[in-house]
């Protein structure tokens, strides 16, 4: 025991430059160390469940058939190419996306001036913010559905009082594909705006009194100082935004529960739909790891443009 | 006074899972849904645990629709979840539970004390899957003093429906009034909606798990259901009318004709109705030179396959469908017997006197397709219906949408 503890320190003092490989050594496997719990949180919770599902989606698996998972290769995908359901929810999640995301930006860079305009109390406009963010998805779907309900619906109230004759919201693809939108835009917008409004507070006043001492005015202003300092904010804020619009799901599935027909059911509507309801899951995984692509695509592409605006 | 603060206490008890007693060696969950009065089942239950010291049993509820309680046993059965021992089970579900291997089948049961159909759901591939919880089909539900008041019959076709709308909104004059509420909203009601007049022109969807589709007689179907609506005797915003929508109508006395299952009529002579007394319930109508049909309903009780207690639980589903508590039910709960006999027993009658004449309508319904791919049979139809109402697609579009998937579907 003594002997051998005696050998290592007459080599370390013997040879300096193999110590310091050996503290290089396990300073890498501390570094391995510390990340395995993450790392094995990580694979145990979104890899494997990920490539469980890629797996599923080469299987005829269905609950309802009574028969054992078969492996049938790229069937699952070739159905989906010839399903027009498929393509229709597909066709209506980009259009939520292209329509709700950009709203809810406006909407929500509106909220944040002035939300972060010096109010004497700022509490109340901090919490009329704070309050659809917190709202569960489902419920703001809930009230809208009743607001927008063609007899005993608000928005058909208020129209009435203007002279205007409502309209049955829910009859027509295009009315109830604009109900959900509203919906959609006014639910996350507050997000959008929390984001914005803390990129907001990070721009020193001392910008603002230079530019008016050069005589700058209030827009020249917000575009020369705001929304170039915002920039960063911004995308951080449309990254999550745009994610969660192609995983909509709770605000339709309430309101018009994918009606009339299947005219406004979205991609994650139909996952859970052929999953949960139909026992379908070798299909239902399919159309999941299409959504899962999706995803991915988005944010690879946002990711470049943070990189090349750096 | 006493006994209702017993049932009181044993109820609470039961919600607050203190009612425990030291000698229970066996307990059972039961699955009722929401919809379908679990303190009255609680009532039937009381008597079994009474028979059985030993044996507790509980009750879970959930999910007020068919289509959200399929989803939630969905979600528990396919993890295999071993925390429900008995089910309730909408008739269309038996086949799709039992190709699941969900349900435990029940070894040399007599189907034959039951009425016949419900012999026939609970039967799959010559095993017994359920047994019947109660029984039930449509009805056409009217307004008797209205009727009377402009001297119509009860109309025995579509078209004499319409005509007799035309001739009651002619003389009442009263713009709140709708001729006839039905399910246009994209729910399991509208299969039936779809299916009424399809099966009145003598023609079956399914037959022998084989799809015998007429289209001719779609696009009648879902042409008849469009035409009241552009006729104006239902409203416009039909496509957002679910079951208990038609119910609620009716009840507060803006409706002429309604067509709605049995339930509706122990709330429609209860306390909050504008109706009380003047309420009618006969056969549905069928198309001008068609045969009458009428959709048949009920639920049936399944024993888990996942349950630990399979005697306990299967001796259970024995009491919970015997004539004892079938007659329990159709007197307290007004739901329709499962057996021939106790629709001319006078104390059933008594509570619902217009059960004398539902015998014949329930052992003539049609039963909807039995497969085990029902849920998707089933979504296909509902969102079809839906968006002909809609005005989205026409009924040729229509039919030949359902004929194409349905195809699919039953391949």
């Known amino acids: 025991m003594t002997t051998s503890t005696l050998n290592i320190t007459d080599r370390m003092e013997k040879q300096p430059p193999a110590w310091s490989r050996l503290l290089d050594l396990s300073d890498k496997a501390l570094a391995v160390l510390l990340l395995a719990p993450a790392g094995l949180l990580l694979s145990l ?34 159905l989906m190419i010839e399903d027009p359901v498929f393509w229709e929810t597909t066709w209506n999640t980009v259009l939520i996306t292209l329509i709700t995301v950009p709203g809810a930006l406006v909407v929500g860079m509106a909220l944040a001036l002035l939300a972060n305009l010096p109010f004497r109390r700022q509490w109340p406009v901090r919490l009329s913010l704070l309050i659809p963010w917190a709202l569960p998805l489902s419920f703001a779907g809930l009230i809208f559905a009743w607001f927008f309900h063609s007899e005993y619906g608000v928005v058909n109230d208020v129209l009435a009082r203007f002279g205007i004759e409502g ?30 409004l803390a990129g907001l507070q990070t721009i020193p006043r001392s910008l603002y009194e230079a530019a008016d001492v ?13 929304l170039p300092l915002l920039k960063p904010a911004i995308v951080v804020a449309l990254i999550f935004r745009t994610i969660t619009a192609l995983q909509t ?9 994918g009606g009339p027909g ?18 379908d899951l070798g299909y ?18 946002y990711l470049r443009i943070i990189r090349t605006k750096e | 006074m006493h006994k209702s603060v017993m049932v009181g206490a044993l109820l609470s008890a039961s919600i607050f899972g203190l009612a425990a007693p030291a000698f229970a060696d066996t307990e059972l969950k039961v699955y009722i849904s929401s919809q379908h009065q679990p303190q009255v089942w609680r009532q039937v239950l009381d008597k079994f645990e009474a028979a059985n010291p030993g044996t507790k049993v509980t009750i879970e509820t959930g999910g007020n629709t068919s289509e959200a309680q399929a989803q939630y046993l969905n979600t528990i059965m396919s993890a295999k979840d071993a925390s429900l021992d008995v089910l309730i089970l909408d008739v269309i579900r038996p086949a799709q539970f039992a190709a699941a291997g969900w349900t435990s089948p029940f070894e040399g049961k007599d189907m034959s004390v039951y009425l016949p159909a419900y012999a026939e759901a609970n039967t799959v591939d010559g095993k017994v899957v359920a047994l019947p919880a109660f029984a039930d089909s449509m009805f056409l539900y009217y307004r008797k003093d209205l009727l009377e008041k402009y001297g119509i019959q009860p109309p025995k076709t579509w078209d004499e429906l319409k005509a007799a709308v035309k001739k009651i909104n002619g003389g009442e004059n009263n713009p709140d009034l709708q001729g006839l509420s039905f399910q246009g909203k994209a729910i399991e009601g509208a299969v039936c909606t779809f299916l009424l007049p399809y099966w009145s022109q003598g023609k079956n969807l399914v037959d022998n798990g084989k799809l015998t589709f007429d289209k001719t007689a779609a696009v009648n179907s879902l042409k008849l259901w469009k035409s009241f609506v552009d006729e104006g005797v239902s409203k416009k915003n039909i496509a957002e009318v679910a079951t208990d929508d038609t119910r609620k109508e009716f009840q507060a006395g803006n409706v002429v004709f309604a067509v709605n299952w049995s339930y509706a009529w122990a709330q429609s002579q209860g306390k909050d109705s504008a109706v009380v007394g003047k309420v009618g319930v006969t056969r549905l109508p069928a198309v001008a030179g068609g045969e009458q049909a009428t959709c048949l309903g009920g639920w049936e009780w399944g024993v888990s396959a996942y349950s630990k207690n399979q005697d306990a639980a299967k001796k259970l589903v024995s009491f919970l469908s015997s004539q004892e508590a079938s007659k329990h039910m159709a007197v307290n709960g007004s739901l329709l017997p499962t057996y021939s006999p106790l629709y001319q027993d006078a104390d059933v009658l008594k509570a619902a006197p217009w059960f004398a004449d539902a015998k014949q309508v329930v052992e003539t319904a049609k039963p909807r397709p039995v497969t085990p791919r029902y849920n998707e049979v089933s979504e296909v139809i509902r969102t079809t219906v839906n968006a002909v109402l809609a005005g989205v697609t026409t009924p040729e579009d229509g039919a030949a949408q359902i004929e194409a998937r349905l195809k699919r579907i039953l391949r």
Request: glycine share 4%; proline share 3%.
């Open chain 1, 262 to 279: 299947t005219s406004t059911a979205t991609l994650a509507m139909y996952i859970h739909q052929n999953t949960v309801s139909f026992l």
């Open chain 1, 284 to 301: 239902g995984s399919a159309l999941a790891v299409v959504m899962f692509a999706l995803s991915m695509c988005v944010t690879v592409i």
């Open chain 1, 249 to 257: 799901f709770d605000i339709p599935f309430m309101m018009t529960g």
């Open chain 1, 214 to 226: 050069d005589g700058a005015g209030r827009v020249r202003q917000f575009f020369e100082i705001t």
């Open chain 1, 45 to 78: 919770i979104i890899v494997y469940p990920v490539l469980r599902l890629v797996y599923t989606s080469f299987f005829s698996l269905s609950l309802t058939s009574g028969l054992p998972a078969e492996f049938v290769g790229l069937e699952n995908y070739q």
């Open chain 1, 167 to 196: 309209v049955i919201w829910f009859n027509s693809p295009s009315l109830a594909f604009a109900a959900i939108c509203l919906t959609i835009i006014w639910k996350t917008s507050s997000f959008m705006a929390l984001i914005i």
